[in-house]
């Protein structure tokens, strides 16, 4: 089972109480005080984790705490600390706080660790509050609550290149064709269910090698943002991409209209997120290797005036040099976005 989106609810650990105690010994049977400090309260740590890709345990088990601080105790013995509660997230969760509605945390790195709750300090034990005046005081604190709230969590996938298209337009196929994954591949619309991605890895001719994320996500059909088909809420799975990948079947089979998929999907895009259509997109006309590809591909072009790649994943065909057009494009891409990263804002800098 797939979940891309749950809510959580978070309790840190309370602070252990600190502890009211004196010395009594065989010749000191009056001693000064020496109760303890409570132990701090565990925190709630996100940590992220390359190796998981859903939010499924979460769903199922929404409730986490971090381990509550131990007690202080006589002779100066300090409560244990609360253990801490350790989420492993997987890479681009989007983490909200429900009740004031801010983005609280992004999980972005592999082992990135953030504390999304603070465990409560302990009390402080009755040696604290000695004074010259009170040299026996009966006072101990009791430690602090922990932190708590609610969460939203939200999936956005990492990947460079994003692979959108009606389904069994090849979306799947092509990912086997570019990268070592092996996203099932069907003729029925809506093999894929939930996002896959996949490497792409470049060789050089010393040896080294370049790497690339491809996410393949399910089919978008005219009609999605009125939650047709699976709906469109899966493309938050592209939103954080270099580049698109609009791959059409460009054979139309099942009758379907190639130059009517390609506006369908522009549209539906758009609907979702506007800012999609500014990212750098790349047109690829799939099924080359059938009849009717040739007739189809001169009226789309008649229709839609933008360059388009034909490629054919059945007999491999287009396909290496997709994939160093999609190096050389995120390349570009990336360059771009430090220079304006880079770029000096205000108008005295
Ligand atoms: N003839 C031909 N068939 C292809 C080509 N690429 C994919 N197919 C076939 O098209 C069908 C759909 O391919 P998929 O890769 O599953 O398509 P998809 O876009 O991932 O589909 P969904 O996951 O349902 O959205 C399969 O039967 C493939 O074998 C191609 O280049 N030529
Ligand atoms: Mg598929």
């Not at 601080?69 to 609360?82: A, I, M, R, V």
């Not at 609550?145 to 990492?158: A, D, N, Y």
């Not at 809420?233 to 209209?257: T, V």
């Not at 491999?316 to 390349?331: P, Q, S």
Request: glycine share 12%; charged share 30%.
């Amino acid at each position: 089972m797939f979940v891309d989106e749950c809510t959580i609810k978070i309790q840190a650990g309370d602070g252990g109480r600190g502890c009211i105690a004196f010395r009594r010994e065989k010749y000191e049977p009056w001693g000064g005080p020496n109760g303890g400090d409570g132990g701090k309260g565990g925190d709630v740590i996100l940590i992220g984790d390359v190796n998981t890709n859903n939010l499924v345990d979460y769903k199922f088990q929404p409730h986490r705490k971090g381990e509550r601080g131990e007690h202080g105790l006589g002779k100066d013995c300090s409560g244990k600390e609360g253990v801490n509660a350790e989420l492993r997230m997987p890479l681009g969760t989007v983490v909200t706080d429900v009740e004031s509605g801010q983005i609280v945390a992004e999980v972005i790195e592999d082992g990135q660790r953030i504390v999304l709750c603070k465990g409560g300090n302990g009390g402080w034990g009755n040696t604290h509050f000695k004074t010259p005046t009170n040299r026996a005081p009966k006072r101990a604190n009791d430690g602090q609550p922990g932190e708590r709230g609610s969460f939203k969590l939200i999936l956005k996938s990492i990947a460079d290149v994003g692979l959108v298209g009606f389904p069994n337009a090849g979306k799947s196929s092509l990912t086997k064709q570019l990268t070592k994954a092996h996203p099932k591949t069907a003729a029925y619309p809506f093999t894929t269910l939930h996002p896959q991605i996949g490497v792409i890895e470049l060789f050089d001719e010393f040896g080294g090698s370049k790497r690339l994320l491809l996410a393949d996500i399910p089919g978008l059909i005219e009609g999605a943002n009125e939650n047709k088909g699976l709906g469109h809420r899966f493309l938050r799975h592209i939103e954080r991409c270099a580049l698109l990948i609009l791959i059409i079947d460009m054979a139309g089979n099942d009758g379907r209209h190639p130059w009517d998929d390609y506006k369908h999907l522009l549209r539906e895009l758009k609907l979702y997120d506007p800012l999609l259509l500014k990212k750098p997109r790349l047109v690829v006309a799939n099924k080359m290797d059938l009849p009717d590809f040739k007739a189809n591909l001169v009226k789309f072009k008649k229709k839609h005036d933008v360059a388009v790649l034909p490629i054919s994943c059945l007999e491999t065909l287009g396909i290496e040099r997709l994939k160093k057009d999609l190096f050389k494009r995120v390349a570009t891409f990336r360059t771009q976005e430090k220079k304006a990263a880079c770029r000096p804002t205000g108008r005295n800098s």
